[in-house]
């Protein structure tokens, strides 16, 4: 089952990658991981999507990672009242006859087009992951040719 | 000042006396600087020795150990002391040399990215990039690395630091806001335990090395005492509670006492005080004290309902906890008939062996026992060697018996012998050794001859890497697949060095090679001819339950 942990970390180098190693050491998978600076630049925000079979892996991992000198403290969204969003960037195929096609299908969701040349459309959707997915799924007809995810981010309440 | 003073100032600071090093490129700086310094470096002979010296300084003394070395292979070679001492939870500080910063990355000549290979092997490392910060540095890193669960904490000082000129500021404390480890026990959860204590008929209080790290042997006695438990302990947590208490069941796991073994599957309540349930103690995990509820003490979070699942986690510093628990005690236990089933225990199961032709490892141990009156302290390389020394040697006092338990690493005795020696002149060192073990780190003869550290090693010679061979022997029909390993004249090697050696073919002449090893006022070899072919038992088979022991005699 996927978890999102968010995790508030000194702003140093090095901070990722033993953030990073504590997952690789003990076989703990990143499904996503975003990282940004807070509004107190001493401080990075970490939001990492994990997945983990069962519940005493999920506490393990955060247990781990509340072991770690530079991780300041760590948030189990499992539980938590919270609101999450991920930002998707897409290249589709897009002929002018089927533009209107592709805009009501974006309308539907938070998304829009971005740009649009050489029967390329560049294609920008913000949601939560549910909502990514139905997007995707009806953008399928339209030839998807590159995708990228920011990976998610999520906010407590 | 520059970056090499203010470093050298710092560790004065901090209490340091000696440290254990080798020189090298890239800290030729604080080298020279040491030079004038009234710290003691004691020069070894390869990296290694170093970091476990610096070791077994801290396991015997509680003091964090410091070792230095400069950057590349002199920090690699550091790694194999410094894993050691993380799966241990031993206070240490490594210091190491690094590249000028502006090489950093450059594949410079004797460039290593230290931080990034020690960063799964230490509490905490850091690359200084500026010697405004060294200070700051080397008092957060003494802090982090003896507080909370102790362990290893790594400073890279780049060489263009360690000449940088700035001004000594000592802060008055280090304060770290992301690291506040958890001291004591939530009252709630001390409640909690008093009453599931007060309900048990049948507890077994499991003692590991949180109790040595936290100075707790006390508090364990008298709670003990107080809840009428019978206490067994893990190889890190010998001589934590003394092994000749009546209440005292010895080590269990793999090679504990059958008793142990028996008694934690027959209990009604396991105390687990500073211990991590290592695979090595419970055997088969489903199986473990089946009948039994779980209190367990820790300090580190992340050791409780790692392995087993636990009733009642108390997390806080053992001798805190402990301490809290015995002000709410009110009565004593009421486990008279548990004791007396104990009691039974042992006298049907006692630890045993035959006697053989040749002499036996474990005559060995019982005989340093006896003759140092079980005040010498004791290290161990690892293997056989380790388990006999565990078993047979009487552990009455904490920080007395020093051993790699986590990592298992062959080659520290020896070196960690060193750096006891250096905290505990006055004390006999006596290093148990295997005819394997000893030959990983034994150009350190130098550096005892050099230095008069008089530590004195007994070599289990039975011409085998004994442990591997007898897993050979009992789950490989006997395919001894390179395990019967030569090594040199061990005498000579001793007196070529400058040291004395013993050669001991005979039972009779075991004792007073023992006597004359105490006596003579240098590092002596003992190469004592043992059975080639002796077990360790009992002993449980990987994988399974710790009842199911062979060995026939326990």
């Known amino acids: ?157 | 000042m520059n970056g090499a003073q203010i470093l050298i100032e710092s560790l004065k600071r901090e209490g340091v006396e000696v440290l254990f090093g080798y020189p090298g490129g890239q800290v030729l700086q604080i080298f020279d600087k040491l030079y004038d310094s009234s710290l003691k470096l004691i020069l070894v002979r390869h990296e290694q020795a170093a970091a476990h010296a610096a070791d077994g300084y801290s396991r015997a003394t509680g003091k964090v150990g410091v070792c230095l070395a400069t950057s590349g292979p002199g920090a690699t070679n550091l790694v194999t002391g410094i894993a050691t001492a993380y799966m241990d939870s031993i206070p240490m500080v490594a210091i190491t040399g690094q590249v000028k910063s502006f090489l950093i990355g450059n594949d410079a000549f004797q460039e290593a990215d230290v931080t990034g290979i020690t960063r799964p092997i230490t509490k905490h490392n850091f690359l200084v990039k500026d010697a405004r910060d060294l200070a700051r540095i080397v008092r957060e890193a003494f802090y982090i690395a003896s507080s909370g669960r102790p362990g290893p904490v790594l400073i890279d000082i780049p060489s263009d630091v360690q000449v940088q000129e700035t001004d000594f500021i000592w802060p008055e404390t280090a304060d770290i806001r992301s690291y506040k480890p958890t001291l004591f026990g939530h009252p709630g959860q001390i409640k909690k335990a008093i009453k599931m204590i007060a309900k048990s008929k049948k507890p077994v209080i499991y003692a590991g090395g949180g109790v040595i790290i936290s100075n707790a042997s006390v508090e364990l006695r008298e709670f003990a005492a107080r809840i009428k438990a019978p206490v067994t302990m893990t190889l890190m947590g010998l001589g934590s509670f003394p092994m000749n208490d009546p209440m005292s069941l010895g080590m269990l796991g793999m090679h504990g006492t059958a008793y142990a073994n028996h008694a934690i599957m027959s209990a009604d309540l396991i105390i687990a005080v500073g211990a991590r349930f290592d695979d090595r103690v419970t055997g088969k995990l489903d199986a473990f004290a089946p009948s039994a509820k779980i209190i367990h003490i820790d300090i580190d979070p992340s050791s409780i309902s790692k392995n087993v699942k636990v009733d009642i986690p108390i997390v806080g510093d053992v001798k805190n906890v402990l301490g809290q628990l015995l002000e709410e005690i009110k009565k004593p236990g009421d486990t008279a008939d548990w004791l007396e089933t104990v009691k039974a225990l042992k006298k049907k199961h006692p630890l045993k062996y035959d006697g053989k032709e040749k002499i036996s490892p474990q005559y060995i141990i019982q005989a340093i026992s006896e003759i140092t009156n079980s005040q010498a302290i004791i290290t161990t390389e690892v293997g056989q060697n380790q388990m006999w020394a565990a078993q047979w040697y009487n552990h009455i006092h904490p920080r007395s018996f020093i051993t790699s338990g986590g990592l298992g690493t062959m080659g520290y005795g020896f070196p960690a012998a060193m750096g006891v020696k250096m905290a505990f002149p006055e004390k006999t060192v006596f290093d148990i050794a295997g005819d394997g073990s000893i030959q990983m780190n034994i150009q350190e003869l130098a550096t005892c001859v050099c230095n008069k550290i008089n530590v004195k090693v007994a070599i289990l010679n039975n011409g085998y890497l004994g442990m591997v061979r007898q897993w050979q022997e009992l789950f490989y029909k006997r395919r001894y697949s390179h395990t019967c390993i030569y090594g040199p004249d061990f005498v000579k090697v001793a007196e070529a060095y400058g040291g004395v050696g013993i050669r001991v073919t005979k039972k009779e002449e075991v004792r007073p090679a023992i006597e004359k090893a105490i006596a003579t006022d240098n590092v002596v070899f003992i190469d004592f001819q043992v059975e080639p072919e002796e077990n360790v038992f009992p002993m449980v088979p990987a994988g399974e339950a710790i009842d199911k022991m062979i060995g026939g005699l326990a």
């Open chain 1, 1 to 157: 089952m996927k978890h999102t942990i968010s995790v508030l970390v000194e702003n140093k180098f090095g901070v990722l990658a033993r953030v990073a190693g504590l997952f690789s050491a003990r076989g703990y998978n990143i499904a996503s991981l975003a990282v940004s600076e807070t509004l107190d630049p001493s401080i990075s925000y970490m939001t990492i999507v994990v997945d983990a079979k069962d519940e005493k892996i999920l506490e393990q991992i955060k247990k781990q990672l509340n072991k770690l000198i530079d991780v300041i403290s760590v948030t189990d969204f499992t539980k938590k009242e919270h609101v999450e969003r991920e930002l998707v960037l897409l290249k589709v195929e897009c002929l002018s006859k089927d533009k209107p096609r592709l805009e009501k299908v974006l309308d539907k969701y938070v998304g829009k087009i971005i740009r649009c040349k050489d029967e390329t459309a560049i294609i920008e959707a913000v949601g939560e992951q549910a909502q990514i997915k139905q997007l995707l799924e009806e953008l399928a007809k339209f030839s998807i040719k590159e995708l990228i995810r920011t990976g998610k981010i999520a906010i407590s309440q």
